[in-house]
């Protein structure tokens, strides 16, 4: 009885961003790196706002900050690749989220790196890929909201995923 007291007040209460983001950080997510590449360009970044929207067809949707290099590039490109990073690519994950990281082919030069359909960098060493050609965007609050459609994808079967929650790094405990 009390909890239902508790959140009841919770419910109508204001809240901080600072809450906003510590309760969403209760929920685990894996960890990827979305990369583009094009004429001018090719773009590397962390995110975990990451989900399948569709399996026929099969669309993925990637949430970038507006304003960004990131969206800009993938707009322009018009493509994005999805690399599932797995517990060993702790180090990939910071690289891309850093702001001091080399711009364009020069941010891809350490790392090693494939392509597929599209020509945006496949990292290697990711538990899973998908390649996608971008079929719509929606700018929504501080993020854009891409929507890719999967033209080529890979995976790994025995594989450990990289986790973020709580704003740390996890690994999955078995």
Do not use: W
Not at 53 to 80: H, K, W
Request: glycine share 12%; net charge negative.
């Amino acid at each position: 009885m009390e909890q239902s007291v508790a959140v009841a007040e919770a419910v109508r209460r204001e809240f901080s961003g600072d809450e906003f983001r510590r309760t969403l950080g209760a929920f685990a997510t894996g960890v990827t790196v979305i990369t583009t590449h094009g004429e001018a360009d090719a773009y590397g970044m962390t995110a975990n706002a990451f989900s399948s929207v569709s399996l026929d067809p099969p669309l993925v949707l990637v949430c970038v900050i507006s304003g960004t290099r990131g969206a800009e590039v993938i707009e322009q490109n018009g493509v994005f690749a999805v690399n599932i990073l797995g517990a060993d690519q702790e180090p990939i994950s910071r690289f891309f989220a850093s702001r001091d990281r080399p711009g364009g082919r020069a941010g891809f030069a350490e790392v090693s790196h494939t392509t597929a359909v599209t020509g945006s960098p496949i990292l290697e060493g990711a538990g899973g890929f998908l390649d996608c050609r971008l079929v719509d965007s929606h700018e929504a609050g501080d993020h854009f909201i891409f929507i890719g459609e999967v033209v080529a994808l890979g995976f790994e079967d025995e594989f450990v995923p990289l986790l973020f929650h709580g704003g740390k790094y996890r690994r999955v405990e078995g």
